[in-house]
T-cell receptor, first 108, second 116 residues
Framework: GIQVEQSPPDLILQEGANSTLRCNFS?????LQWFHQNPWGQLINLFY???GTKQNGRLSATTVATERYSLLYISSSQTTDSGVYFC??????????FGAGTRLFVKA | GAGVSQSPSNKVTEKGKDVELRCDPI?????LYWYRQSLGQGLEFLIY????????KSGLPSDRFSAERTGGSVSTLTIQRTQQEDSAVYLC???FGTGAAGYGYTFGSGTRLTVV
């Protein structure tokens, strides 16, 4: 199957800092999505971004499908941004595969 | 309802017992998914339901796991003869269509299963 690599695996930020999370794929993927899992375990869909760039407040995402990667940008980080960020892709057969995640901790 | 509802939120069971986990998806969502998340790990796909079609069971880890979806709405994930390695958070998600359609998933809060 397609290999998904998220980096970095762990990240600690000071509140107010900016960061970039990366998701690499070993082959072309469809329907790339980014999710945030908060410290209480709730998973929230952030972006559906098969290609191009989208922005939502302090978050933005860019997918370059031809180069097999997607980036999630967090600007002016807040403590509430802490949690795990997953990228996920549709693999066919109605199945979505999730990466291992980037664990983010934002210090006050 | 307003969101995906899962119950119970926490379940502690003795090894060898059967457990049932319930998921109530968002009204009108035709697709329902079960995932499993072990401690510190990513999400592992278990099973997918779409409308009245036969479910995709390719992710179920063993024949002790089964799931059904009654009336195209509520789903129950059953684990028979639980083992300690079954301990995990079981997450349910629903969507209007498939992931390919671009409609985002809405996840429930999960059921944390602990097998002792």
């Amino acid at each position: 199957g397609i290999q998904v690599e998220q980096s970095p695996p762990d990240l600690i930020l000071q509140e107010g800092a900016n960061s970039t999370l990366r998701c690499n794929f070993s082959d072309s993927v469809n329907n790339l999505q980014w999710f945030h899992q908060n410290p209480w375990g709730q998973l929230i869909n952030l972006f559906y971004i098969p290609s191009g760039t989208k922005q939502n407040g302090r978050l933005s995402a860019t997918t370059v499908a031809t180069e097999r990667y997607s980036l999630l940008y967090i600007s002016s980080s807040q403590t509430t941004d802490s949690g795990v960020y997953f990228c996920a892709y549709y693999v066919g057969g109605f199945k979505t595969i999730f990466g291992a995640g980037t664990r983010l901790f934002v210090k006050a | 309802g307003a969101g995906v509802s899962q119950s119970p939120s926490n379940k502690v069971t003795e090894k060898g017992k059967d457990v049932e986990l319930r998921c109530d998806p968002i009204s009108g969502h035709t697709a329902l998914y079960w995932y499993r998340q072990s401690l510190g790990q990513g999400l592992e796909f278990l099973i997918y339901f779409q409308g009245n079609s036969a479910p995709d069971k390719s992710g179920l880890p063993s024949d002790r796991f089964s799931a059904e979806r009654t009336g195209g709405s509520v789903s129950t994930l059953t684990i028979q003869r639980t083992q300690q390695e079954d301990s995990a958070v079981y997450l349910c998600a629903s969507s209007f269509g498939t992931g390919a359609a671009g409609y985002g998933y809405t996840f429930g809060s999960g059921t944390r299963l602990t097998v002792v």
